[in-house]
């Protein structure tokens, strides 16, 4: 078993910046690609950025490409996800996810994550 706990979730102004955190135990945390989803109210969960257990490659919602930047720090057992320049739209509970998949596409699907956190809210003001 793996488990995933969110942090860094908060209220920020527009145009402000958050940086959350997953730490992740249990199983070894680099046999995993990671993944960072999340869910607006009244909205599916959805995608927002993925990173190989390797960290050799990285991918983007199209929403947040340029703002948002994801990272791992294997030694850590963490995951990072900086958020700059947010918008209100940016609102939503942010979920870490992990896959023992090794393909890269699968990064961005919800149904292959193994492995959730509970989430952390973010909450953007205008």
């Known amino acids: 078993q793996v488990q995933l706990v969110e942090s860094g979730g908060g209220l920020v102004q527009a145009g402000g910046s958050l940086r959350l955190s997953c730490a992740a135990s249990g199983r070894t945390f680099t046999t995993y690609g990671m993944a960072w989803f999340r869910q607006a109210p009244g909205k599916e969960r959805d995608f927002v950025a993925a990173?190989?257990?390797?960290?050799?490659?990285?991918y983007y919602a199209d929403s947040i490409k340029g703002r948002f930047t994801i990272s791992r720090d294997n030694a850590k057992n963490t995951v990072n996800l900086q958020m700059n320049s947010l918008k209100p739209e940016d609102t939503a509970v942010y979920y870490c996810?992990?896959?023992?998949?090794?393909?890269?596409?699968?990064?961005?699907?919800?149904?292959?994550?193994?492995?959730w956190g509970k989430g952390t809210l973010v909450t953007v003001s205008s």
């Open positions: 996810a992990a896959t023992k998949s090794r393909a890269n596409y699968d990064l961005l699907k919800e149904a292959t994550m193994n492995y």
């Open positions: 990173i190989t257990w390797t960290g050799g490659n990285t």
